[in-house]
Structure formats: structure tokens, C-alpha cells
């Protein structure tokens, strides 16, 4: 529904149509004996494979749900469905035989806001290399997601020959859906008017920087960084921040 100035109303639709992603029941691999290319992948799919492309980065001639003859690594592969082109991304890691015994943890467990500051710890190995969707060498790694991720990590050993034999771990950290308040862009209005902000319906509470505590203030006067800090039901804060300028009238001398 759209209004015009003038008071006309015209009305349109849509239909959106959502279709599901491909249904990913597990990913059997079988292990590489170090420094052999002797590893599997097998993706088992809730439908047929036959209702699939499997669009393997790292091999692209090969659309099975099936892989032979891998090495170690991290395999990014991406599950698509034929009938609707939904898709769904998975990084497939082949460890190896007889590498140290990798594990990742998390200091925090539960799902956390939008930007929260966690601390991942590697163990299990000598050398550690964090590959995705980070880069570091070290043990622990702090890593602040604004949604749900995955994160992968390589530990390995060097035998006399400096020959590498690795393996790998991965956690999934779960992250509130991240909704921040929208203030729209800077505003500039004339002197003596007065407009509505509105700091959006979907929350428990609503903070602003001029003291107010309902949804939608008004506002008369210009304002340098007018912020809102708002809070969800999953007790998460957001900010969004507007500056505002009121801009005298002409003056008029009859």
C-alpha cells in the first residue's frame, strides 16, 4: 500500500515463494594414510543424490556425492538441488592416520549476540593452523561472528624429515539472529517542524541518548549522534545512530 501527498492510494502485490535447502544427512570421509592422496568423502543426502549437483571447488568436472584418492585438506563443496537451484556450502576435511588427536573448544557454549567476543582454544597437537574463515598459527584465537559459523582448525605433527602428518577439528558457534535498529539516513528538516523516530517494533526495550525510553520519540531540535540502544528477547543490544539538523527559515522583511 502506497499513500501519495495528495491522498491517493494504490495497492500491489506479491508472492514470495521459499524453497528448502538441501537436506545434508552426514558427510562419512575416510582417512588418508599421511602424505598419501588415499582419503574419501561421501555425502549422504536426505533425497536420491540423483537430485543433486555436487560441485566439488577443488575438482570441477566432478558432480558425485562420492570423492577418491583425497589428501589432507579442507574440500569446500557446495550441494545444489536440481529442481529449485537452492544450495547448501560444506567444507569437507580429510585428516590422516596417525596424526595427533585435534580437538576445538569454545570458553563460551551457548548461543551468544551479535559480536560477542569468544575464545577458541586448539588441543591435541604440537602446530596448529586456523584455516577457516580465520588465519592464525596460535593455540587460541578470539573471534567476534555477527552470525552462526564454523570454524575449522589444522593440527598437525613433523616427523625427523620436517614431513607433515595433520588433522582436523571444527565448532559451530550459534549466533542470535543479529536485527539492529534502523534510523534511516542523516536528516535535515526547517526550523519550528517537528518529526517521529521510530526505533522499531521488534523489541523488549528501547534506550535513547536524549533519555527517552518509548519506541517513538519527536524531535524539534538538531541533534549530533542521536543514538538508540535497544535490547531483543534474547537480551541482546543494538545500536543504530542519526545525526539531525534544523535549519532556520529565511528571513523576511516586508
Known sequence: ?????????????????????????EIITVKASCGFNNGSAEVVTGLDPSNYIFDWKDFPDS???????????????????????????????????????VEVSADITEAICAGTAITLTASGATFYTWTDPIESTETEVVVEPYSTTTYIVEGYSLDAQNNKCS????????????????????????????FPLDGGGTYQSWNWST?????VINISASVDSLWIEVRDQNDCSMRDTIN???????TVDL
Open 1 to 25: 500500500r502506497v499513500t501519495h501527498n495528495n491522498g491517493c492510494i494504490k495497492f500491489d502485490t506479491t508472492q514470495v515463494v521459499e524453497f528448502p535447502l538441501p537436506v545434508i544427512e
Open 63 to 101: 558432480t558425485g556425492n562420492i570423492m577418491y584418492n583425497l589428501g589432507r585438506g579442507i574440500y569446500d563443496l557446495d550441494i545444489i538441488s536440481k529442481e529449485t537451484g537452492c544450495a547448501r556450502n560444506r567444507k569437507v576435511q580429510i585428516s590422516e592416520t596417525g596424526a595427533p588427536p
Open 167 to 194: 588433522a582436523f577439528a571444527e565448532i559451530t558457534i550459534d549466533v542470535f539472529p543479529y536485527q539492529p535498529p534502523e534510523l534511516g539516513n542523516d536528516r535535515v528538516a526547517c526550523e519550528g517542524d517537528e
Open 211 to 215: 533519555g527517552e525510553s518509548d519506541r
Open 244 to 250: 539531525i539538523e534544523f535549519r532556520p527559515l529565511p
